[in-house]
């Protein structure tokens, strides 16, 4: 008679990506926590300034943005996921996708700026433009370099670079776009919503 004893099964646990990233991120999330304060305080500071101006910009514009973004990082998930899973095939076609969405963001987002832009609304028409401009125009540089670097990671997934036990490279870009998202997550209740 044999006797069976279930041993606990060990799981690696480590921070996915490289430590250099997430030091990375940590800088870029301060820089941005503290424009994310400026703006929050300034609004409370004016109140109506705010509410007046906030009435330009077109909520419905800002929650397609998010939408855009929002699926392109599920897409940058899924690569992961489909990478540690030995299928950089279809890691590859994610990341594709990821960027697809990533440009659907950047055309709304020119749209919306052109349209501000031909209605007087530019950086120094009132402190609530000066401060939408400099935070969603650092955002938007930031969404830009993700994408170049969804891009590259694509083309390295595609050729097979990154592989289940070896994906680290693949994790810290994904991790930059999560990042890219989740700024965006806060900046647009502020910016389009909250009075």
């Known amino acids: 008679m044999s006797i069976s004893v279930n041993h606990p099964v060990e799981v690696s646990r480590r921070l996915p990506g490289d430590l250099a990233m997430w030091f990375f991120i940590l800088a870029e999330l301060t820089v941005f926590a503290i424009l ?8 409370v500071l004016n109140p109506e300034l705010f509410s007046e101006s906030r009435a330009a910009l ?40 990821a960027l697809a969405s990533a440009c659907v963001y950047v055309v709304l987002k020119l749209n919306e700026y052109g349209h501000l832009s031909s209605m007087g609304l530019g950086i120094e028409h009132n402190t609530f433009f000066t401060l ?16 170049v670097i969804l891009g590259w990671m694509a083309m390295r997934c595609q050729r097979g670079l990154y592989t ?31 009075n």
């Open 132 to 147: 939408y401009w400099i935070l969603t125009g650092f955002h938007f540089l930031h969404v830009l370099l993700g994408m």
């Open 58 to 97: 077109d909520s419905s514009m800002g929650l397609a943005l998010t939408l855009s973004l929002l699926t392109s990082g599920l897409f940058a998930a899924l690569a992961v996921e489909q990478v540690r899973a030995s299928q950089s095939g279809r890691g590859s076609l994610s990341l594709v996708a």
């Open 164 to 194: 289940g036990s070896d994906c680290a490279g693949l994790e810290s870009g994904v991790l930059y776009w999560h990042m890219v998202d989740m700024v965006w997550v806060l900046l647009f209740p502020l910016v389009y919503v909250l």
């Open 36 to 43: 994310i304060l400026a703006f929050a305080v300034t609004q």
